[in-house]
């Protein structure tokens, strides 16, 4: 195809009379950007705008943790529009993550077009509206709470049972969350797979992943006789377009933007989306194996990716230990240091029935225990659901320990009646938590979900009030995630 056969199908010049179109097709050059090349940094000086002849390209802004997606473009989209509208430097970083080929106008030959032709101008401005919308809903709505949020599993071993764990964790969070949870499995290519999943026919959204204008999931996504929504498989024989990697950028963003959870399980063919999805999940859950060399051979790169990038934040960590490993549970709290969280699930797995066929991953759940590994499950649920965390802090007194523990047990009891995790104290050094204060201290510590937290403010203060009245305590520290409260 042509450039001026190209140009158009594109929307922004589909309303120029078609003899115009060969002209503008000469003054734009063609690129080619491999994946993972940036093709507009933010903050840089911009005279150019873009017009994706095909490949992906992911727009955002911040860096390292902070980096927000904010689309994805493929054929047929532009961008670079706002730098050579406004004169203001780039307003955002645009990346090709699959190769990308592009058609560029310069600012100068563009302005000639639009000021020739209204239609240019006014369908831009559609897009820049359009543009604008959807990020204001998502900054009016708290941020990161308008999106769902991403669970991402990972494990330290293959056939951790990894893929059961998954599926049976997003099924007890559709428990808690009915119909605002799916499980997306990128991995799934076989039909014995799908078929634990409940799910029967194959299809191929790659088609509408790169040629629609948005990506209608409804048509897509099954239901599990349990509730549970589930994205079938999309690689089979029948399918003419087996998703990439590219593909799922997209189609994550657009299951992120209509569930409340949205859990994946990691893919063993898909190294750099894996790395995408650990930096940017709202949880990582890592199944963990006791072996010695597993565990090295894991926590190796994982090391490097938590710590010398700093992209993952702990808190957002949950590790669970399979202790049915040779050497299991070996000093494994200690060789997992930091990267214990706080969570240890005891999650009893049956390795042999990871190692038969795929259909026997549908009976794993029933070759264990049941009642112990449904508690399990539904523990990590419960983390999970519970995001937030309070700190009480206030300095030990010695003479006055009883007391203050009897205070403390009764401003638990109020707390609990707020928050639903069980509230606990317990004594600890001060400085090991606040840093600057010293000496033997109390820490009241509990958790909560983002509404539990938003609707028991009020209650919690007032506890608060009282407990330093009856303490006759000058200050209490409050930590709301660590953080020093503003309260
Ligand atoms: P410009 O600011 O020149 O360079 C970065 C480009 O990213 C920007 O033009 C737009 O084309 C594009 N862009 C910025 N914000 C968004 C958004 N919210 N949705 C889609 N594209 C965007």
Not at 227 to 237: F, S
Not at 306 to 324: C, E, F, G, M, Y
Request: hydrophobic share 40%; charged share 25%.
């Amino acid at each position: 195809m042509d450039k001026t056969q190209f140009l158009q199908g594109v929307s922004l010049f589909s309303d120029l009379p078609t003899g115009t179109l060969t002209p503008l097709a000469e003054k734009m050059l063609e690129l080619n950007f491999p994946r993972g090349e940036r093709i507009c940094t933010e903050n840089d000086k911009g005279d150019a705008l873009f017009i994706l002849k095909s490949g992906i390209v992911e727009i955002s802004v911040g860096e390292g943790p902070e980096k927000k997606i904010l689309a994805y473009l493929k054929r047929g989209d532009y961008f670079g529009e706002m730098a050579i509208f406004t004169g203001d430097p780039r307003s955002a970083t645009v990346q090709a993550i699959a190769d990308v080929s592009v058609l560029g106008l310069t600012k100068t030959d563009f302005e000639v077009e639009v000021r020739r032709s209204p239609a240019i101008a006014l369908e831009l401005l559609k897009t820049l509206s359009r543009r604008l919308t959807k990020q204001n809903l998502a900054s009016t709505k708290d941020g990161a709470s308008a999106r769902g949020k991403l669970i991402f599993l990972t494990a330290s071993q293959k056939k951790a049972g990894k893929t059961a764990v998954a599926r049976d964790l997003a099924s007890a969070l559709n428990d808690s969350f009915e119909g605002k949870v799916v499980f997306l499995d990128p991995n799934v290519t076989n039909a014995d797979v799908a078929l634990s999943l409940g799910i029967e026919d194959p299809c191929d959204l790659a088609q509408e992943l790169v040629s629609a204008e948005s990506v209608t999931l409804d048509k897509y996504l099954v239901k599990t006789a349990e509730g549970l929504w589930v994205l079938p498989p999309q690689e089979t024989q029948n399918t003419v377009y087996p998703l990439r990697e590219a593909h799922h950028h997209i189609l994550l963003n657009a299951l992120l933007d209509r569930f409340e959870y949205v859990v994946v399980d990691s893919s063993s063919t898909m190294a750099s989306f894996n790395r995408h999805l650990m930096r940017s999940a709202d949880r990582l859950v890592v199944l963990l194996s006791g072996s010695q060399e597993d565990l090295k051979s894991f926590l190796d790169p994982f090391h490097n990716l938590v710590v010398k990038n700093n992209h993952i934040d702990p808190r957002r960590l949950l590790t669970i230990a399979n202790l049915d490993s040779e050497d299991a549970g070996q000093g494994l709290e200690e060789k997992l240091g930091s990267y214990r969280g706080d969570l240890m699930l005891k999650l009893p797995f049956a390795p042999q029935a990871h190692q038969t066929a795929a259909t026997a991953r549908q009976a794993i759940p029933t070759l264990l225990p049941e009642a112990e590994w449904t508690k399990a499950i539904e523990a990590l649920a419960r983390r999970i659901v519970l995001e937030h965390e309070v700190d009480v802090f206030f300095p030990r007194d010695a003479e006055n320990l009883e007391t203050q523990k009897r205070e403390a047990k009764d401003f638990e009891l109020e707390l609990e009646k707020v928050f639903s995790e069980d509230v606990a104290t317990e004594e600890v050094e001060l400085q090991d938590f606040l840093g600057t204060e010293s000496g033997p201290g109390l820490r009241i510590h509990c958790r909560m979900t983002s509404e539990e937290l938003r609707a028991g403010m009020d209650p919690f203060l007032q506890a608060v009030t009282r407990l330093r009245a009856r303490l006759g305590l000058d200050e209490i520290t409050i930590r709301v995630d660590g953080r020093p409260s503003i309260l």
